[in-house]
Every structure is written in C-alpha cells, then in structure tokens.
C-alpha cells in the first residue's frame, strides 16, 4: 500500500504521538479498554490519512507504573520495577496494533526492548523508513532503559527521527494554571514557552523531556484526544489545547485564555 497523499493543508508533516497509559482504559479504572484502545486507533487514522508520517509512543501506567509499585513493595528494585513498566507498554502496544490494522492501517511495532517474538527491535533508520512508507510506527518499552519517563522517550525519539512536533495526549483540553477538577477557576493557556513550564512547574512533562526541548526548540502540543477530530486538528496545526515552545517563536506573548 502506497502512503497517503499528503493534505496542503498539514502544518506537522512527521509528527510523535504520546499516549499515557491512562488512555488505554476507561477513566478511573486499569486494565485495557478495547473500547478506549478503538477511540484512539480511529482518531490516529484519521491523522495518518492525512499524509501524516505519525509514530506514537506509548505509556502504560493503565497497567503498572513503576514508581507507584516500588513504593509498595520494598522487595522490588527500583530499577526492576520501570522494566515491569515498559513490559506494559508493549501490550498497549499489541493491543494498539491489532486495532489499527483492522481499521487497514499499515503498522509496525517496535520495541527499545528486544522482544523478536512479537515486534521489531527500535532501530533509528528503519524506524524512518516505515515512515516514509506511510506506516504507523508504534514505539513501546520506553527507551529501554530505566528511571527515563516514557514522556522523555517521546521527546527522545521525535529529536531522533526529525520529528516536527510533539502531541501529548491528555484527557483534558490543555495545560492549565491548577487542577481544573479541583479549582474551577483555573485558567487554561493557549500557549506557553518551556521556560514558563519550568519556573511555575506546570504539569506538561517530567522537566527533562521539557528542558530536551528547550535545548532543540522542538513544540509540544498538549490537547484532549478524546475530543473527535482533535488529533487532525493539532497536525493540520489549528488552535487546539497549549502549544508550548520557544519565546521566539511568535511575535505575541504567550498568556493564558479562560475556559470555553
């Protein structure tokens, strides 16, 4: 199958998704929601037929979560703990595949972790390659090493395959100045710098995968997936959730919008 024909009206040509685990399952549960896992193939679809090169690295906190799990139980080593974890990404990661192709979706599932049975090994330029074929590449098991967050993976590997953006998908419609299920007067930004992120220690991502993109000026779009059509608008480059990057890149100061 040829890939997509690419859309004029695209902004990201080569764009990494990050998915928590979170939405992987129904809201306050764990486990894997195929109902949850089609929402996300369906709406990933419609940003790959765009002509979008979209890979998508994913959480698994639905599952396990490394740092919650260490703090149970002190017979686990930390470091054991976060490979448990990525072991959870992976089968978001099948589970993610299986829903895509049966959508027609070509795929490819590749692992930082060497799991032959059951996907490809993470290799930079193959990786790019199925890009270019018009693939969806699935990117599980983190980075593969322990104490790196799978938001800091994402960062990681947009830098790696000269990724435009990076979209963060949350289950709320951006970044906010408090806990909006806690303050109903928190304010919603349109747009933030990274140095912004890091002084007021907003919730985007761990401050390393925000400092990576400091360091790069690599944006970092933080929207609801959840919402039908939002992930070809953040691709297409519309006004969705917070953009977050460099001061220079736009003449307008960023600033905080109220919640429609």
Known sequence: MNAP?????VKYRRVVLKISGEGFAEPGQRGISMQAVEHIAQQTKLAADQGVQLAVVIGGGNLLRGAQFTSQSSSIHEATAHYMGMLATV???LALQDALESLGCQTRLM??????????PYIRRRAR???????IVILAAGTGSPYVTTDTAAVLRAL????????????????????????????????????QVLEQRLRVMDPTAVAQCME????????????????VRAVRGERVGTLVHSASATSQPPGPRTQP
């Open 216 to 231: 790069h000026d690599l944006p970092v779009m933080v929207f609801n997936f959840q919402k039908p059509g939002n992930i």
């Open 91 to 93: 089968m978001n990661g």
């Open 5 to 9: 024909e690419e859309d004029p009206g």
């Open 111 to 120: 692992t930082a972790i060497r799991m032959d049975g059951v996907a490809e």
């Open 129 to 135: 390659r199925h890009l270019e074929k018009g693939r």
């Open 160 to 195: 790696e395959l000269e990724a435009q953006v990076v979209l963060k998908a949350t289950r709320v419609d951006g970044v906010y100045s408090d806990d909006p299920e806690k303050n109903p007067h928190a304010v919603l930004y349109s747009k933030l710098t990274y140095q």
